[in-house]
């Protein structure tokens, strides 16, 4: 081939006639334009449109913007495949596809219907709930911990054998309170069995100084220390709720103690805070403020009392 019909040809590509590409008196203008596309990538656009105008609040809301976001990108790759194959196209839409239904998946799978028992249930609708504290986190709360039984005149703990490592809640039922065989109190369902060790712990080795008795069934549930204290150091939230529920709890037995022991005319400290009396432990409220106030002749933190 000579060097004229290569030159001819090499323009013949470039010539308006034959470009694809806007001419250049239309600068980047596209005149004329194409035809609408078909009803399958409106469609896709429109499902664009609904998923990205949904909320992001809340792991339902995700869930129902990126299945709709999956569901517009499988017909986009349906409409580059069968109109105009394009393989790149169906490719990168497919691709997109699988990542949003992943994440969808997963917040499929943070919304699942819980599977607690009805006792769960109860104690969720009575305590947590309140605080707004969400399903999927209770159900993990539920599974560190474990529910037992006590019967009438059963103990859940005697002064000075039990060690005082974990943390138990009354779910129904009524327990006494006893110090050197002197009643001090009731606890009741929704209330800590042992809030004030729980606060005034320090080793391994301490142990209770009262003794408690069902004085009617009981069904409550045992969280031990550190499982739950992992729980609650990745749960800020969760461990504020933790913090006002047990300063309530305390606030209430210092409180009946106070009455009781005032009444009969010799008031004491409560035996059952050897610690938090003598020494106050920094905590923080719901929000992040700290410091101590003296409830019923004890200093309790301040994030602690959690009155309501």
Not at 75 to 82: F, I, N, Q
Not at 115 to 134: A, H, I, N, S
Not at 264 to 282: E, H, M, S
Request: hydrophobic share 40%; charged share 15%.
């Amino acid at each position: 081939m000579d060097d004229d019909n290569m030159t001819t040809e090499y323009l013949g590509i470039f010539d308006s006639n034959n470009a694809t590409e806007p001419s250049p008196e239309h600068g980047l203008a596209c005149l004329p334009w194409k035809p609408l596309q078909g009803g399958l990538f409106q469609l896709s656009q429109l499902l664009f449109l609904l998923g990205y105008c949904a909320p992001v609040s809340g792991f339902a809301a995700v869930f129902v913007m990126h299945l709709l976001i999956a569901l517009a990108f499988i017909l986009m790759a349906v409409w580059g495949w069968v109109y105009h194959c394009a393989l790149d196209v169906f490719m990168w839409c497919m691709t997109l596809t699988l990542l949003n239904l992943c994440h969808a998946g997963y917040a499929g799978y943070r919304i699942r219907p819980a599977k607690l028992t009805q006792e769960e249930k109860d104690l969720f609708l009575r305590v947590f709930k309140p605080f707004g504290v969400p399903m999927h986190t209770y159900q993990q709360l539920c599974r560190l911990g474990k529910i037992y039984s006590l019967k009438i005149g059963e103990h859940y703990a005697t002064e000075k054998r039990t060690g005082s490592n974990r943390l138990g809640m009354i779910i129904y039922g009524k327990v006494k309170v006893f110090h050197q065989g002197q009643f001090l109190h009731h606890i009741s369902e929704s209330e800590f069995l042992d809030s004030t060790e729980w606060q005034s712990f320090s080793s391994e080795s301490d142990v209770f100084q009262v003794t408690m008795t069902a004085s009617s069934y009981c069904r409550y549930i045992i969280w031990p220390r550190e499982s739950l204290l992992e729980a609650l150091t990745s749960e800020p939230y969760l461990q504020c709720v933790f913090n006002n529920l047990i300063g309530n709890d305390i606030a209430n037995k210092l409180g009946q103690l106070n009455e009781r022991n005032s009444v009969k005319g010799a008031p004491k400290p409560d035996i059952r805070l050897p610690n938090v009396y003598q020494r106050p432990a920094n905590r923080y409220n719901m929000k992040g403020q700290s410091g101590t106030v003296a409830v019923c002749g004890a200093a309790i933190p301040m994030g602690l009392t959690g009155f309501r």
